[in-house]
T-cell receptor, first 112, second 111 residues
Framework: GESVGLHLPTLSVQEGDNSIINCAYS??????FIWYKQESGKGPQFIIDIRSNMDKRQGQRVTVLLNKTVKHLSLQIAATQPGDSAVYFCAENLGGYQKVTFGTGTKLQVIP | NAGVTQTPKFQVLKTGQSMTLQCAQD?????MSWYRQDPGMGLRLIHY???????DQGEVPNGYNVSRSTTEDFPLRLLSAAPSQTSVYFCASRSLSDTQYFGPGTRLTVL
């Protein structure tokens, strides 16, 4: 079946470097994508979102890129900090506002 | 605002017991959802509600009931707990034009 997935389960990055977390999706009808950050023992926290009519969106230290041709989504974190250590989920919105399908997550480890 | 609150934080049940996980939000959000999160997996939608008195099933609804008598509260009931329901449960809410806000989670163990 169609699903949202992540390429790498764990990503280790040196503090100060940029991080790139990738996500593949297979439902061509998906038109809204979200990145969440989940710290240990906490609920997911919204980071940034993007609609399919855009290919790039920037926030504070984060950028999301969307390539609809290859159904690929990425989250870029600039100048990665220890506080960025967490699991990052991409998600796609299917079937209306309320139904969100999550990927399995990538664990980002920041090396001091 | 307290945001989305969940109680209890931890719970241990025996197989066959029933219980209710509480969820409340003070943001006047129309939409509320329940998810479960299992090790190495993404969150899966159990049930959701688009307003008071309206609920619908998500991806994994079996073994769970919900009701939405008020805008603020969205309890999740386990009718007869099974070990397969051992998981971390997250409640979330959102308005039509905003993103989802998640609660801190309830960690449930069924023996």
């Amino acid at each position: 079946g169609e699903s949202v997935g992540l390429h790498l389960p764990t990503l280790s990055v040196q503090e100060g470097d940029n991080s790139i977390i990738n996500c593949a999706y297979s439902n061509s009808a998906s038109d809204y994508f979200i990145w969440y950050k989940q710290e240990s023992g906490k609920g997911p926290q919204f980071i940034i979102d993007i609609r399919s009519n855009m290919d790039k969106r920037q926030g504070q230290r984060v950028t999301v890129l969307l390539n609809k041709t290859v159904k690929h989504l990425s989250l870029q974190i600039a100048a990665t900090q220890p506080g960025d250590s967490a699991v990052y989920f991409c998600a796609e919105n299917l079937g209306g506002y309320q139904k969100v399908t999550f990927g399995t997550g990538t664990k980002l480890q920041v090396i001091p | 605002n307290a945001g989305v609150t969940q109680t209890p934080k931890f719970q241990v049940l025996k197989t066959g017991q029933s219980m209710t996980l509480q969820c409340a939000q003070d943001m006047n959000h129309e939409y509320m959802s329940w998810y479960r999160q299992d090790p190495g997996m993404g969150l899966r939608l159990i049930h959701y509600s688009v307003g008071a008195g309206i609920t619908d099933q998500g991806e994994v609804p079996n073994g769970y009931n919900v009701s939405r008598s008020t805008t603020e509260d969205f309890p999740l009931r386990l009718l007869s707990a099974a070990p397969s329901q051992t998981s971390v449960y997250f409640c979330a809410s959102r308005s039509l034009s905003d993103t989802q806000y998640f609660g801190p989670g309830t960690r449930l163990t069924v023996l």
